[in-house]
């Protein structure tokens, strides 16, 4: 689908939104220790924080600065401090800019500006029942900044411009040079062409929107590594550590979180380089492929 085409029951629950993992509870000591986590994904992502490029791994902790970027057929689904989900689709990148939380009483205070400067992008809000407090989050994209009011929002931004689909809630979007537009209305999108005013808000179907949320949503058996996830893709062997650095460093400047793991094999210490965290053996074949595929490798296995 071409997403620039604009065209009761609980609007999110009724999307068909594809095989995702099942995301783990709100860790209650989240919000001490990072300002936002990485619960699942499908690699090659990077995150970059202080000039550092490294890969990203189910469980990262994150923080007001970093950057995430994605690349062909990759996912990421992020928990932010106070509970709220962020999904990135392929060839995304992605700014955490200005997180800030505080504590006045028994409520706590949270505010954020999240950066969609390339790609597919999905936010949707903690429930209140989660979250005991007052939020402040604008998300914004090249042209377009939306303020979010208690919301399950949709968004992209190409090098045509940005497109913004409300699933359920209301947000303020603000474009320069145009008035503020609010959204209201479940199922509405608002499109900002690069080079010319955006139209009015207009209505898309349940079809579309589903079609906007295939682009973020995890696909299941398609390499996707999670917190708690057991199976392992090997890359190589030896019972020489140093022997295996350029295949770990391969693989690392590639955007797949590796390893060197020292094991035991016919009573011999041995060293392997391996990619852990994967939730089924599917995930393991599928990354597996990928790097046979893109890297090359022939002596690729998978394993619990």
């Known amino acids: 689908m071409n997403a620039w085409t604009p065209g009761h029951r609980s609007v ?32 090659p992502a990077w995150i970059t924080r202080d000039g550092q490029r490294t890969p990203l791994a189910p469980g990262a902790q994150l923080k ?10 990759s996912r990421v689904v992020l928990r932010l401090a106070e509970g709220s989900i962020v999904k990135l689709g392929e060839n995304a990148r992605f700014d955490l800019n200005d997180i800030t939380q505080a504590r006045a009483g ?6 954020a500006k999240l950066g969609v400067q390339q790609g597919a992008f999905r936010f949707t809000t903690a429930p209140d029942s989660k979250f005991r407090g007052t939020r402040a989050i604008d998300i914004q994209f090249a042209t377009v900044t939306a303020s979010v009011i208690g ?3 949709w968004g992209k931004s190409t090098g045509d411009g940005d497109v913004v689909a409300l ?17 209201d209305q479940p199922k509405t999108v608002y499109v900002a062409p690069r080079n010319e005013g955006p139209p009015p808000v207009s209505s898309i179907t349940l079809a579309q929107l589903n079609a906007y949320a295939q682009e973020t949503e995890l696909q299941t058996g398609g390499g996707v590594a999670g ?13 020489n550590k140093a022997e295996l650095q350029a ?27 391996r990619i852990a965290g994967l939730l089924s053996e599917a995930d393991g074949v599928a990354i597996a492929v990928k ?9 690729v296995r998978v394993s619990l």
Do not use: C, H
């Open 12 to 43: 999110a629950a009724a999307l068909a939104l594809g095989a995702a993992v099942a995301l783990a509870p709100v860790d209650a000591a989240l919000a001490a220790s990072s300002q936002a986590q990485v619960e699942a994904l499908q690699m």
């Open 247 to 273: 295949l770990y460093e391969r693989l690392v400047n590639a955007g797949y979180a590796a390893s060197i793991q020292p094991s035991v094999s016919a009573g011999k210490q041995i060293f392997q380089v």
């Open 64 to 73: 007001s600065g970093d950057s995430i970027t994605t690349g062909a057929g």
């Open 291 to 299: 790097l046979r595929v893109e890297l090359g490798l022939q002596d």
């Open 227 to 239: 917190r708690g996830g057991t199976w392992k893709v090997y890359a190589g062997r030896s019972t």
């Open 167 to 183: 699933i359920e809630g209301k947000i303020t979007a603000t474009r320069a040079g145009a008035p503020p537009v609010t959204m």
């Open 106 to 111: 028994t409520q706590e205070q949270f505010s």
């Open 151 to 153: 919301t399950d929002l």
